[in-house]
């Protein structure tokens, strides 16, 4: 008995082992990504992270119908980096939030809105701010419509000794079907 409880403690851990050094990070300026993040990190059993901005956007920022809000003028400046508050642990709070990285990591999946065609800048702030050494990264999104386009493969650029897995837009994606595709990149 007691070899069939250990056996089945082992596949357990084994089983979970895929996930076990992954971590969903995610920017989320309405909630809708925020979701979808937590959903996938649940379901894989993996870390979830928020990056929060110094500046919270509102609904004007956000408005893409005024070439003179907050993310058009981000979008249309390719230099523009806004500043980040924290990364902060969703199930528990990290020692020190201000100063996450991903160096505990072997995978990290990148979850954001698709702005203009892009992922938001404060993502590549974010991207940019980590020492990436060979991790797997594997971007999603949220869209209006526009899907993912080049928005994963332009960020691994920036995101320097990567190792760029795919990405998709799942916005309407079940959190069983984005596992089993995150599962397939990562193998």
């Known amino acids: 008995m007691k070899k069939l409880i250990l056996s089945l403690l082992l ?14 990070v995610y920017f989320s300026a309405t909630g809708t990504t925020e979701k979808m993040a937590k959903s996938i990190a649940a379901e894989m ?11 919270k956007y509102t609904d004007a ?10 993310t058009t003028i981000e979008c249309n400046d390719p230099k523009s980096r806004p500043a980040i508050k924290a ?18 990591y072997d995978s990290v999946v990148l979850f954001y809105p698709i702005w203009w065609a892009y992922a938001p800048k404060i993502v590549y702030t974010f991207v940019e701010s980590q020492k990436w050494d060979d991790k797997k990264l594997v971007t999603l999104c949220t869209s209006g419509g526009g899907g993912l386009g080049r928005s994963g493969s332009d960020l691994a650029k920036y995101a320097k000794g990567s190792v760029f897995k795919g990405g998709k837009d799942f916005t309407r994606g079940k ?5 089993k595709y995150v599962e397939g990149l990562l193998k």
């Open 11 to 24: 596949g357990g851990l084994i089983m979970t082992g895929a996930f076990a050094k992954t971590a969903v």
């Open 45 to 55: 059993g993996a870390a979830v992270f928020e990056i929060q901005p110094v500046h």
């Open 61 to 70: 920022d956000l408005n893409w119908h005024d070439k003179k809000s907050l």
């Open 87 to 104: 990364v902060v642990a969703c199930v528990a709070p990290p020692a020190s939030a201000a100063f996450f990285d991903i160096s505990g």
């Open 175 to 179: 959190a069983a079907n984005i596992k």
